[in-house]
């Protein structure tokens, strides 16, 4: 048997179950770990979901998502910190180790990117006292560069981490196979991070060919990407974090019922996440 200890299973996997449907679906099978969504959360009720994850004994390696922040209109934009730091304090709540920044692409009408990303920036600055004061790490998670303008404008293993250096105490890395397995640097990047820079390791691989390119990732094993290649990175710099597959996958996964898809997830990750010697 793999160790499965260190794995978890972010609950957009099994987009169509309850956050109680998901806790109890994952540790049944074995999972060690749910990933959870905010939606999902708020659904449950923060406390009652706390609760249910933590009778069911599973570790929560992160909250998703942040709030966009990449607002020009001030009050928006104060809003959206006010509203990150509820979210905090929910990540804090159900213990999950990092909330994943997903900031948001250009504002409105905006077509400076560098605004868009000094935007971020001083939007992290302002929630980093918050983030350390409840324990809860600001997770920077790049994004695939095709979702610059919409979605995320941190495209790059090797931006988020001179971020993190920058920022300091209280940031990392939310590292994910789909969006940077094609970036030439994200094996360097793995290195110079170093374990204490890199919070939670998302698994989901690139189909060819993708037939939708936010909602078509693939189960591990059915793409393209070397994911034992990672893995030998990773033990290379001595990362001892989670594992957390995670697909969003409209045209496959979530056409199934959820136990198939938490069944062939543990199947295709239990030999890579398993404990190495």
């Given at each position: ?21 998901a806790v109890d679906g ?85 077509r400076d990117l560098q ?102 990732r693939g189960m591990i ?57």
């Amino acid at each position: 048997m793999s160790d499965l200890s260190r794995f978890a299973i972010n609950q957009i996997t099994t987009r169509d179950w309850s956050l109680k449907a998901a806790v109890d679906g994952y540790a049944r099978q074995g999972a060690a770990g749910i990933g959870v969504w905010m939606d999902y959360l708020d659904a449950a009720g923060v406390n009652a979901g706390a609760r249910i994850i933590r009778e069911a004994g599973l570790f929560v390696p992160c909250l998703c998502t942040s709030a966009w922040v990449n607002l020009a209109e001030r009050s928006a934009f104060d809003a959206a910190i006010a509203e990150n730091r509820r979210r905090l304090d929910a990540a804090a709540e159900i213990g999950a180790s990092c909330l994943v920044v997903v900031p948001g692409g250009l504002a409105t009408g905006e077509r400076d990117l560098q605004a868009a990303r000094s935007r971020v920036e001083g939007a992290l600055e302002i929630l980093l006292d918050h983030a350390r004061s409840v324990g809860v790490a600001l997770g920077l998670e790049p994004l695939h560069p095709m979702y610059a303008a919409d979605r995320s404008c941190l495209s790059t293993f090797a931006h988020c981490l001179e971020l993190t250096k920058k920022l300091g105490e209280g940031t990392g890395i939310v590292a994910d196979t789909y969006h940077c397995w094609w970036d030439p640097f994200f094996a360097q990047g793995l290195r110079e991070a170093g374990s204490e820079h890199i919070l939670t390791f998302h698994l989901g691989d690139w189909l060819v060919p993708t037939r939708d390119v936010y909602q078509d990732r693939g189960m591990i094993g059915d793409g393209v990407i070397d994911f034992a290649f990672y893995r030998s990175v990773l033990d290379e710099i001595g990362y001892d974090g989670p594992f957390e597959i995670e697909l969003f996958s409209k045209l496959d996964w979530w056409t199934r019922d959820g136990a198939e898809t938490t069944r062939i997830s543990i199947e295709r990750c239990a030999p890579l996440v398993g404990a190495r010697k």
